[in-house]
């Protein structure tokens, strides 16, 4: 069978691939957890520039 040039399946971008646990609503969990990594490394980077500050504080 000959590729259709009228054919524009596919056209305006790519979705999203979703797992099968996705499809059926068990996305949310994923999305909670994201946002606790999130905020743990918020918290790493906060702790870590205040040690950086504090040395160089210290080695003035």
Do not use: F, I, P, Y
Not at 4 to 14: A, C, E, H, P, T
Request: charged share 35%.
């Amino acid at each position: 069978m000959a590729k259709s040039r009228n054919n524009l399946l596919g056209v305006g971008g790519q979705r999203k691939k979703l797992s099968r646990a996705d499809q059926h609503g068990a996305g949310q969990g994923r999305t909670a957890d994201r946002a606790s990594a999130e905020s743990r490394k918020q918290d790493l980077l906060k702790k870590m520039r205040e040690r950086s500050q504090s040395a160089d504080t210290s080695e003035e």
